[in-house]
């Protein structure tokens, strides 16, 4: 990465940030995207650049590019739920602490905070079409394939439950998305859900 898109990605986290440090100390209808800018640093224009809306600032996140990055990366012969889950754990390996509690902190406040929340829902239906269309990739077959939908819609369910379940318990470290995640998918993968 060079120089200018290092910038244009520190203003990127820095924006974030603050959206998401101003909003979980004043609520969600309290904070603007002045004060948002000004907390970051930045004018208000610069704000829009980067996001359009306040809720964007808080749902926009870098994780899962990097997770569908390294996803498609895996050689074809590994499984599709065995690609996803090495993209998962490659994709947090390389967060810093700072950036896994700023990813935790999302999460928590997209489930708490109603307005996040239901543009949180209709993400994730559009998550279920990227991630077939990765899916469709890797293996060749169409995204509308039953069986490509149907496994794109069971993980983005169980990414939807582990944030879900995070944010509400309001505990777990940073450290234990990543982990829960995993271990679900994993779960799901070999059968192994007692019910």
């Known amino acids: 990465m060079g120089l200018r898109e290092r910038k244009k990605a520190a203003t990127r ?12 100390e ?11 800018a000004e907390a970051a640093g930045v004018s208000a224009s610069t704000f829009f650049r980067y996001f359009p809306t306040k809720e964007e600032a808080v749902l926009t996140e870098d994780v899962f590019a990097r997770v569908h990055r390294y996803f498609l990366d895996e050689p074809a012969e590994t499984p599709l739920t065995d690609a996803l889950r090495s993209g998962v754990r490659r994709a947090y390996a390389e967060m810093s602490g700072e950036d896994r ?10 489930f708490t905070v109603p307005e996040l929340r239901s543009a949180l829902i209709a993400r994730h239906a559009t998550g279920i079409g990227e991630l077939a269309e990765a899916a469709a990739e890797r293996t060749g077959r169409p995204a509308s394939d039953l069986d490509v939908r149907a496994w794109a819609g069971a993980c983005i369910g169980v990414l939807l439950s582990v944030s879900l379940a995070v944010a509400e318990e309001g505990g777990g470290e940073p450290a234990d998305f990543p982990d829960l ?11 192994a859900l007692d019910l």
């Open 13 to 24: 986290a820095a924006i974030r940030r603050q959206a998401l440090a101003l909003i979980r």
């Open 26 to 36: 004043q609520g969600y209808e309290a904070t603007t995207t002045e004060q948002i």
């Open 101 to 110: 509690d700023e990813d935790l902190d999302r999460r928590r406040l997209m």
């Open 181 to 191: 995640l995993d271990s679900a998918i994993a779960r799901v993968q070999g059968g």
